[in-house]
């Protein structure tokens, strides 16, 4: 394999909306490049990228692929990821460790809500960004509507570098702006321009000088000054912009008909950075939060970063990692920093898709993938030992749906925890536990897809089948009032008897509280040896539930008095006597139930924003205020986790799929009396 220079390699994701075409183009960037000899399709399941049976049965990208290939002198690699909602931990992922993206964009429905989200990833990590309006061969094709939307959208920095000769069934070709050619279909050679387009051609070269030259203060002078930029000019001015996120070229073709790939290689190769143009990776030193940098050199100490694992038959587990500084090569012992545990790097690979090739080192700025990790995760550092530094990690979102999973065959729990959290280990988006209270098995993602996924292949890898149930709400008990009860406990069964006398005080303590116990018996009235059992008593009770067996919370229960017997008395008739005692006056003390509340944060279209703005109010949402976010609207609100059963789902269906949420636990509030009657009656039937 060709070694390249640090200033020669790119790294970058192909991001954008569900559908917008980015495994074609990944495809088509392939093919151009001459990596690939035929061009797949997604539904004939051939593609480079989607390669997993998941994907291939259900013709979407579920997880992010590593791609490379080589174009004029230059390495570029690319990770082509999911579009849907359900799989943005995919995209944050790869956004982590690269240097550029390139942007899709449907050319019939230009900016979505998907776009809005991977292009504030983008934002987050401060990646260079280029646009590709796809799929000009579409019926209602419109390329200068979503270039004006896309500006309105993202700012006067989107700049089109290309436009299409005709549009939908009449696409015949992308115009190159600054050279000032055509290529035509279906070949993609050069052609003189349409006369027709000509007045077109000079009107858009002119804004794309001018907002080149407003990007720069030198260049500025000169466009002012001479009334237009030269073609080298006009290209260090891009590559200049494009760095600094002052400018996005907006590139524009097919990837199912591979036009306007060659393009937009040369604009990655040009424009996009390479690892030296950027800042040096930062860290911290293990255990401290002092500041540690690296240098993108190979003579560097070698860092590096695991960004995704991937589960592989007949293989295991493969850590698909970026090189910072220095070089991993197979037989190093390198440290795991944030595990702080060592690990012997065995095989390393380079990765198309679903094709490996062995190689012996990976250096600064290039990606790889490893195999038999002992103990290593996604987000993890490894570095040398010598010289240990913890890069920043990755953020991914928290689950939007839970769902309770059942076995079909007894006997299989085992089976199943041991897949839930193989498959959790892949995935750090997917969420699995064992919550006590409810006494059930809850996974937790993305969305519903998400989780269908990976019953699949809890199914498919480990063997075992599960049923999907609504899960039960973690709902609380607590008061609102004081009360004041006797328990007493008294038995008398020949010889030896029972005895336990107690009084308690019982009062709220303010949400979140959780549990106070205070002894203020005086005067021995109730032995001090005794006061253990009397609290334990409590503390079971409350953990049993009294109104409709939920665990009580907040509670401050005062002991003040009772008696005992010289002989009859016994830890476990004070346990009871305590227990009795709770339970009489927990009923006199205003009791209620508490359900969880969770924050959610919606984005839509603002069509569509009445309607899920009624929808929320119908499940009890709290709306707390509505935002604008460029083309969208984002509604703000508060609501019971009991009314978010499947919600990503019910969004879809009325957003058209246009609309996405996020959701995180609040607090606990008052269960309305009409709610928590019917929780009580359930609770009471089912005993």
């Known amino acids: 394999m060709k070694e390249y220079k640090v200033e020669e390699i790119r790294n970058l994701s192909l991001v954008g909306h569900g559908g917008v075409g980015k495994t074609s183009l990944a495809e088509a960037l392939l093919f151009s490049a001459g990596r690939i000899t035929r061009m797949g399709k997604i539904e004939e399941g051939s593609t480079q990228s989607d390669y997993s049976q998941d994907e291939i049965e259900r013709q979407v990208s579920i997880t992010t692929s590593l791609l490379h290939l080589d174009w004029k002198s230059h390495r570029i690699n690319i990770l082509d990821t999911p579009g849907y909602a359900d799989f943005v931990g995919e995209v944050i992922g790869a956004l982590r460790v690269s240097d550029g993206a390139v942007v899709l964009l449907s050319s019939t429905s230009g900016v979505e809500v998907g776009t809005e989200v991977v292009w504030d990833y983008a934002e987050k990590y401060g990646i260079p960004r280029l646009l590709f309006v796809n799929q000009m061969e579409k019926e209602h094709a419109d390329f200068y509507k979503v270039l004006n939307g896309a500006r309105e959208n993202f700012g006067s920095g989107v700049v089109a570098l290309q436009l299409p000769v005709g549009q939908g069934s009449d696409f015949k070709g992308v115009i190159d702006l600054i050279g000032g050619k055509a290529y035509h279909l279906p070949s993609g050679e050069e052609a003189k321009i349409p006369g027709d387009m000509e007045g077109k051609v000079s009107e858009f070269k002119e804004k794309l000088m001018e907002g080149v030259a407003e990007s720069d203060d030198e260049l500025l002078e000169r466009y002012l000054d001479k009334g237009e930029l030269s073609t080298d000019e006009l290209k260090e001015g891009l590559r200049k912009g494009v760095r600094g996120r002052l400018l996005f070229p907006l590139f524009c073709g097919s990837g199912t008909s591979n036009l306007g790939s060659h393009q937009l290689l040369d604009g990655i190769a040009n424009y996009l950075p390479s690892p030296v143009d950027l800042p040096s990776p930062e860290g911290t030193r293990p255990g401290s939060e002092e500041v540690e940098k690296r240098e993108v050199k190979l003579e560097a100490p070698m860092s590096s970063l695991v960004f995704k694992i991937i589960s592989e038959p007949h293989v295991g587990e493969l850590a698909l990692f970026r090189v910072y500084s220095g070089s991993l090569r197979s037989g190093d012992e390198v440290l795991n920093s944030g595990r702080r545990h060592s690990e012997k790097v065995g095989q390393i690979y380079t990765i198309n898709g679903k094709e490996r090739g062995e190689v012996g080192t990976v250096s600064a700025g290039d990606m790889g993938a490893l195999v038999k990790l002992k103990d290593t995760h996604t987000g993890d550092t490894l570095c040398e030992r010598s010289h240990p530094i913890v890069l920043p990690g990755i953020d991914f979102p928290k689950p939007v749906i839970r769902i309770a999973i059942e076995p079909k065959t007894k006997g299989d729990e085992e089976r199943i925890s041991n897949g839930l959290n193989k498959l959790r280990n892949e995935d750090p988006t997917f969420f699995t536990q064992v919550d006590s209270e409810i006494k059930q098995t809850i996974i937790s993602g993305l969305g519903e897809l998400h989780l269908e996924v990976i019953v699949g292949k809890l199914k498919r890898k480990f063997g075992v089948d599960v049923d999907l149930v609504r899960p039960k709400i973690s709902v609380k008990e607590t008061i609102l009032g004081r009360a004041e009860a006797q328990g007493k406990y008294k038995k008398q069964t020949g010889g030896r008897g029972q005895y336990g006398d107690a009084w308690l005080r019982i009062e709220p303590l303010p949400r979140g509280g959780g549990f106070e116990f205070v002894n203020a018996i005086v005067g021995g009235v109730i032995p001090t040896k005794y006061i253990p059992a009397v609290e334990k008593g409590i503390k079971e009770a409350m953990n049993e539930g009294i109104l409709a067996g939920y665990p009580v919370v907040d509670l401050k229960i005062t002991l003040y008095d009772g008696s005992y017997h010289s002989v009859d008395s016994s830890d476990l008739a004070f346990k009871i006597a305590g227990s009795l005692a709770l339970k009489k006056a927990f009923m006199d003390a205003k009791p209620i139930l508490l359900e969880p ?91």
């Open 597 to 687: 509340i969770y924050n959610i944060e919606v984005t839509v279209p603002e069509e569509f924003l009445g309607d899920v703005m009624g929808d929320l109010s119908s499940r009890r949402g709290k709306i707390q205020g509505v935002t604008p976010s460029g083309q969208f609207k984002k509604i703000k609100g508060q609501i019971p986790l009991a009314e978010l059963y499947k919600y990503s789902t019910s969004l879809r269906s009325l957003t058209q799929g246009r609309g996405m949420h996020t959701m995180d636990f609040s607090h606990y509030e008052e269960v309305p009396k009409e709610v928590g009657g019917k929780i009580i009656a359930e609770a009471k039937e089912s005993k």
